[in-house]
């Protein structure tokens, strides 16, 4: 149980064009999703929580404005990377809160983003 | 959120029991312990949660002292497939948005 899938697992773009990113969880129902970005060699950085049915939270630095997220049901969040540049190119992974004790987060397989 | 501390590496063979320490000096009555592993190139995989004395389940054992400021990340016998970067991570109680942040995490190397 406690599965995450995101889709597509890479995807390669142009400069300037927006790309959508998903996130799902398959077995259970998430009310909150997290978004994160990972470079090489680095850690996973936190871009937003995503709350079913309210705007999302950002974390200080990431532009809510070209990072365009929507958890429209308690099993999808997407994220749009808007007018996508070469420095967006990075690993994007998100992750769905299991409520209850605890509240294990559990993370998708990741998509990585080529920005050409 | 309370900031945590691990080895940045360590290195084990085939066989061995590596125990990962972690320090989190600031943690909060509210707060609970997870531990994940990541492989290059794939997100994180929850391997372990705490909140007290120790947990285990069928890959690892999770030991925390009574004051909390730290745990202990042990895996038996490892093997070549356990080469991967191990997180600790603090997060937020029931109360909040559970948010996580993740330090720079401990890369293990397996060797054989």
């Known amino acids: 149980g406690a599965v995450v899938s995101q889709h597509p697992s890479w995807v390669i773009c142009k400069s300037g064009t927006s790309v959508k990113i998903e996130c799902r969880s398959l077995?259970?129902?998430?009310?909150?999703m997290f978004w994160y970005r990972q470079f090489p060699k680095q850690s996973l950085m936190l871009m937003a929580t995503?709350?079913?049915?309210?705007?999302?939270?950002?974390e200080q630095g990431v532009e809510k404005d070209k990072f365009l997220i929507n958890h429209a049901s308690l099993t999808l969040s997407t994220l749009t990377v808007t007018s996508a540049h070469p420095e967006d190119s990075s690993f994007y992974i998100c992750s769905a809160r299991l409520e209850g004790w605890g509240y294990e987060q559990y993370f998708g397989p990741g998509t990585r983003l080529t920005v050409t | 959120l309370a900031k945590t501390t691990q080895p940045i590496s360590m290195d084990s063979y085939e066989g061995q029991e590596v125990n990962i320490t972690c320090s989190h000096n600031?943690?909060?009555?509210?707060?609970?312990i997870t531990w994940y592993q990541q492989f290059p190139s794939q997100g994180p995989r929850f391997i372990i949660q705490g909140y007290k004395t120790k947990v285990t389940n069928e890959v690892a054992s999770l030991f925390i002292p009574a004051d909390r400021k730290s745990s202990t990340l042990s895996l038996p016998r490892v093997s070549l497939s356990d080469t991967a970067v191990y997180y600790c991570?603090?997060?937020?109680?029931?109360?909040?948005?559970?948010?996580?942040?993740f330090g720079q995490g401990t890369t293990l190397q397996v060797k054989p």
């Open positions: 077995d259970f129902q998430a009310t909150t």
């Open positions: 600031n943690i909060a009555t509210n707060d609970y």
């Open positions: 991570l603090v997060g937020e109680g029931s109360s909040n948005t559970g948010k996580l942040i």
């Open positions: 995503s709350n079913e049915g309210s705007k999302a939270t950002y």
